[in-house]
């Protein structure tokens, strides 16, 4: 009997990516066997992500160019937080498609799995779930990087934001589970691990212990065998100085804070229900620039939000010089199903917002290339993710996540190994996870480049 077969692509986040891990565990310990293309599948799963409209388009595009693989008897299914926002109405825009599920139902994958299989034609997990999703089955992609959930769904309501709608209520893990899995993930040699939530500043322990999130991230820290310990994202109005205390006191704790402002106007932010001000955004920066370890601050903004005046924008983007980033995500606003935004007139023309797009784009590459050029001379750790594929170089990140290029003298050029961002074999002695010193020779906006030195 031939093993069952699946193939599973990714869109969206980190939350998705490491829900498509769990999702993958879940199907091999159901007897499936993970494929690289659709050919070889039998049940083609995509992990959708709907934030902005372009996002929940590309699954209807590739569910479309697919279809002629449904005749071949080949099953599909949609995941994640276009399934949860579309529910069965994918049925009807993609009649092709027999399986629906958001990610509060992965629980019950193996239950609707078996009701495929057993002949259902359909079959939808659509429940909103009141526990976060525990399980052991998880399939790591990354043999040095690991994700760990520690929060799911979202309780915030921001007006222009769609996830609490996919992802459902704020549901925490156990501290104990959370330190356990980064304790079993350590001794299987992962030396980075990633806390993940769509906001993780409001981590709420539902055990006896009761660590709120700086307790959890100084405990993630003290695990032997983790040099590296990330977390994203934090929401402003949950951030607390003890965080930064205690990124202070253990250089484990990544310099890299990720702390999305979406506008600097305080018409805007109020607009957007995001329950802060400028003034105490820019207090938040300060206890950030006061951590006695120099901390790396990025960003999320929209542009373009309803009612956003030329005046609105200048003020985002003197914020940018203000706060000066090592970088910043900038997106075009995008009314999104089920948003209290949506029921506003889109009223920003498209123009405008492509042009107020790339004044940000430009002024951030801008400080970035300059403040970039002060780390020319000095010495970083960078961690090695694999050979640059263009470059004969290897590429890394610092700590604080910036990307490294440097040369190394044992590196010499492999071929085949040209895949970023995904474990590749190296030459003897080189590995990718490995941690080098690199001196930093030339900064560009995006990344420093530098050699290895012993
Ligand atoms: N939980 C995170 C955000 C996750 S979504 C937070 O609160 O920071 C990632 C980013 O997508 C957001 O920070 C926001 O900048 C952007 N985004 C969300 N909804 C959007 C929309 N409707 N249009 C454009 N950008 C959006
Ligand atoms: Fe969306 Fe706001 Fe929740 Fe972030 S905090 S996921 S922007 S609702
Ligand atoms: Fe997208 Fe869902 Fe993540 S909407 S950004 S995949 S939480």
Not at 42 to 65: G, Q, Y
Not at 181 to 200: C, D, F, M, R, S
Not at 267 to 278: N, S
């Amino acid at each position: 009997m031939p093993a069952k077969t699946f193939y599973l692509e990714t869109f969206g986040c980190q939350m998705n990516v490491h829900d498509s891990e769990r999702v993958a565990g879940t199907l091999q310990a159901q007897g499936y066997a993970p494929v690289g293309n659709m050919q070889e599948a039998e049940l083609i799963l995509f992990n959708t992500c709907s934030i902005r409209d372009k996002a929940a388009h590309k699954v209807f595009e590739r569910l479309a160019s697919a279809k002629p693989l449904a005749r071949q008897g080949k099953k599909f299914g949609v995941l994640g937080c276009v399934a949860q926002q579309e529910g069965e109405a994918i049925y009807r825009r993609a009649p092709h498609v027999s399986l629906v599920a958001g990610s509060a139902s992965y629980a019950r994958l193996p239950e609707l799995l078996r009701d495929l299989e057993a002949g259902a034609g359909r079959v939808s997990g659509l429940g909103a779930a009141d526990e976060a999703f525990e399980t052991e089955l998880t399939r790591r992609g990354n043999p040095f990087r690991a994700y760990i959930t520690i929060i799911e769904g979202c309780d915030k309501h921001c007006a222009y934001c769609v996830v609490p709608y996919t992802r459902g209520q704020e549901r925490s893990r156990a501290s104990a589970a959370i330190l356990r899995e980064a304790a079993e993930l350590a001794g299987l040699g992962y030396t980075e691990v990633q806390l993940l939530g769509q906001n993780v500043n409001s981590y709420r322990d539902p055990a006896p212990a009761r660590l709120d999130f700086a307790g959890l991230l100084a405990a993630a820290g003290e695990i032997p065998g983790l040099r590296r310990v990330r977390y994203t994202t934090s929401h402003p109005r949950d951030f607390t100085p003890a965080i930064v205390t205690a990124m202070g006191r253990n250089p484990v704790l990544c310099d890299h804070v990720h702390l999305p402002v979406q506008s600097g106007s305080d018409a805007v932010l109020a607009r957007m229900r995001r329950g802060y001000t400028r003034a105490r955004y820019l207090e938040l920066i300060a206890a950030i620039r006061a951590c006695p370890r120099p901390l790396a601050v990025t960003t999320d903004i929209i542009v373009g939000f309803p009612g956003e005046t030329d005046r609105d924008f200048e003020q985002t983007a003197e914020l940018l010089g203000e706060v000066r980033y090592a970088g910043a995500f900038i997106f075009k606003y995008s009314p999104r199903p089920h948003t209290e935004a949506q029921t506003w007139a889109d009223d920003i023309a498209d123009e405008v917002k492509t042009q107020r797009l790339m004044i940000l784009q430009q002024r951030q590459q801008q400080i970035q290339m300059e403040d970039n050029q002060a780390w020319v001379g000095r010495e970083v750790e960078a961690m090695v993710e694999g050979r640059h594929p263009k470059l004969s170089q290897w590429t890394g990140r610092t700590s604080s996540n910036r990307v490294v290029n440097f040369s190394a003298p044992e590196a010499a050029p492999a071929p085949g190994l040209a895949i970023l961002g995904q474990p590749a074999p190296a030459p003897a002695g080189f590995t990718p996870g490995a941690y080098v010193r690199v001196r930093v020779e030339r900064a560009g906006a995006n990344s420093l480049v530098g050699h290895q030195v012993a």
